[in-house]
């Protein structure tokens, strides 16, 4: 594949707590590896769910909920996901008691580590927290520890949470995304103008690479 001549800029508006969001990032970072197209990341918060409460939901419990999904449904849904997980090299691990969690805290986070240049790492740290290694995102000093184990000063992050600095500019952003008409992710963004949503396989994305390609030549 030939490889885009300018860098490509990439906007992704996803929550992580959204498993088609760590799915098709994987999908689509596997496409970028093999295109060599030069790229640029840029990650943007999503609330699955903002009337979450802070203490969050069993996600069985949840599913059921907002879905009305069975938990044959709920099982059969888990077994495709993580089959499609392992396929780009992530593991899911669903338990009986793994939860759905109110993710503002999260993105103020993300907000905050972008100033570092590492939003990046923490989203997908944050990915694996909570999908591989069930943590309680619900919980500040799990948060904060995620955050030193990037290698991210621990009591700024936590005081970040306590202090609710970056709540403003989430909702911001959020709203900015809202308005663009995004009400599901995950959402791609190329080069600003083209948008493609949900979990699209590495062979669409692919696809998509070639199309930028050919469009920019």
């Not at 936590?158 to 909702?171: G, I, P, S, T, Y």
Request: glycine share 6%; proline share 3%.
């Amino acid at each position: 594949m030939t490889s885009i001549s300018s860098t490509l800029r990439i906007d992704i508006v996803s929550d992580v707590v959204c498993p088609w969001c760590v799915i098709g990032y994987r999908q689509l970072a596997a496409a970028l590896e093999a295109s060599a197209t030069p790229y640029e990341i840029y990650w943007h918060p999503f609330e699955l769910n903002p009337n979450m409460p802070a203490e969050g939901q069993n996600l069985r419990e949840h599913v059921a909920e907002k879905y009305g999904t069975t938990k044959q449904q709920s099982e059969d849904s888990r077994r495709q996901m993580s089959k499609i997980a392992e396929e780009v090299g992530f593991e899911f691990h669903f338990t009986d008691d793994m939860r759905m969690h109110n993710t503002f805290n999260v993105h103020q986070l993300l907000h905050w580590a972008d100033q570092y240049g590492r939003a990046h790492d923490l989203k997908q740290a944050l990915f694996a927290a909570h999908f591989t290694d069930g943590r309680n995102l619900s919980d500040d000093n799990v948060l904060a520890d995620i955050v030193a184990e990037i290698g991210i000063d621990r009591s700024e992050a936590f005081a970040v949470l306590k202090d609710q600095r970056f709540a403003n500019d989430v909702r911001t952003a959020q709203k900015f995304w809202l308005d663009q008409g995004i009400q599901g992710v995950p959402a791609v963004v190329f080069n600003r103008r083209h948008l493609v949503t949900g979990a699209q396989g590495i062979e669409n994305y692919e696809r998509i690479l070639t199309e930028l390609t050919e469009e920019s030549s």
